[in-house]
Nanobody, 129 residues
Framework: QVQLVESGGGLVQAGDSLRLSCAASGRTFFSSTAMGWFRQAPGKEREFVAGIDWRGGSTYYADSVKGRFTISRDNAKNTVYLQMNSLKPEDTAVYYC?????????????????????WGQGTQVTVSS
């Protein structure tokens, strides 16, 4: 059983930065799977934010966060990160990390439920204007 625990969310002002972390524990196979970040704003569907392959060699981003967010991972710590810079009010959402069943997964493939092995419980990010 895999447990994913996000942390690092909070209330910030527009233009500020936050760094989210997601730590995996249990029978994780962490270093053999792609990891991703998603977010869900009130009244909206959950959307893909960023993804990273098993080694950290390939990364993928939603157009809305390209150039502002950076996903990275530390396989020795079973942890994936999301560095969020130049935050905007429209970035306000609950952010979730997810573990894939594959070594690498493109943005569209993350939308297939069978490709996702586990989800975290989420961390709230609120950006005030």
């Amino acid at each position: 059983q895999v447990q994913l625990v996000e942390s690092g969310g909070g209330l910030v002002q527009a233009g500020d930065s936050l760094r989210l972390s997601c730590a995996a524990s249990g029978r994780t196979f962490f270093s053999s799977t792609a990891m991703g970040w998603f977010r869900q704003a009130p009244g909206k569907e959950r959307e893909f934010v960023a993804g990273i392959d098993w080694r950290g060699g390939s990364t993928y981003y939603a157009d809305s966060v390209k150039g502002r967010f950076t996903i990275s991972r530390d396989n020795a710590k079973n942890t994936v990160y999301l560095q969020m810079n130049s935050l905007k009010p429209e970035d306000t959402a609950v952010y979730y990390c997810a573990q894939a069943n594959e070594l690498t997964l493109g943005p569209q493939a993350w939308g297939t439920p069978s490709n996702v092995r586990s989800w975290g419980q989420g961390t709230q990010v609120t950006v005030s204007s």
